[in-house]
């Protein structure tokens, strides 16, 4: 069956620091790759997306992420967060009609 | 301003009251989704609808119905058959599949948190 798993929950981090949510998936075909994010009272919004091409890919706002094939992986990376990217950070899949989401990883950013 | 709309953002009901959530789209996307979230489960999706007058069930489709008359309109329908209503219900659209789309991103509406008691 069609899987999406995010390794942590909740992230607590300091302004500053570096940030990785892994993220791996299971689906037997060609996908696309895409991280979502939920900022508090805000919409969900695309973050950034692959499909083809250069495996690592960069977002909105620094963050960027990359398509490891070989280990069903599309972690998810910073260099230095923010307060503000304190927010709820979605993996999914899309094979075909359905995306599949992970559960999601809550990240907390320390002034 | 091109975006989804849901209403209303909270509703509240009496168990064995069917409800019925809105969400209207004005992106002219062929394709239209129905998610819940709880926490630490993401998002589940309920139904789908490619294409006008046409829909399939997701993953945890028991207890809902929904109806595609309209491109522009995708309405979920809870009912009393649904044993655990209540949580944060979301509605995306994307280009379909169908068109032959690469990238099939969503675009997501504000939610409806529906409260059941």
């Known amino acids: 069956a069609q899987s999406v798993s995010q390794h942590n929950h909740h992230v607590i981090l300091s302004e500053a620091a570096s940030l990785e949510l892994g993220c791996n998936y299971s689906y037997g075909g060609t996908v696309n790759l895409f991280w979502y994010v939920q900022y508090p009272g805000q919409h969900l919004q695309l973050l950034l997306k692959?499909?083809?091409?250069?495996?690592l890919v960069k977002g909105i706002k620094g963050f960027e992420a990359e398509f490891i094939k070989s280990k069903f992986s599309f972690n998810l990376r910073k260099p230095s967060v923010q307060w503000s990217d304190t927010a709820e950070y979605f993996c999914a899949v899309n094979g075909g009609f359905k995306t599949i989401f992970g559960a999601g990883t809550r990240l907390f950013v320390k002034a | 301003d091109g975006g989804i709309t849901q209403s209303p953002k909270y509703l509240f009901r009496k168990e064995g009251q069917n409800v019925t959530l809105s969400c209207e789209q004005n992106?002219?996307?062929?394709?239209m989704y129905w998610y819940r979230q709880d926490p630490g489960q993401g998002l589940r999706l309920i139904y789908y609808s490619q294409i006008v007058n046409d829909f399939q069930k997701g993953d945890i489709a028991e207890g809902y119905s929904v109806s595609r008359e309209k491109k522009e309109s995708f309405p979920l329908t809870v009912t009393s058959a649904q044993k655990n209503p209540t949580a944060f219900y979301l509605c995306?659209?994307?280009?379909?599949?169908?068109?032959?789309?690469?990238?099939?991103?969503?675009?997501f509406g504000p939610g409806t948190r529906l409260t059941v008691t």
């Open positions: 992106l002219n996307h062929d394709a």
């Open positions: 692959y499909f083809s091409g250069d495996p």
């Open positions: 995306a659209s994307s280009i379909s599949p169908l068109a032959g789309a690469h990238s099939y991103e969503q675009y």
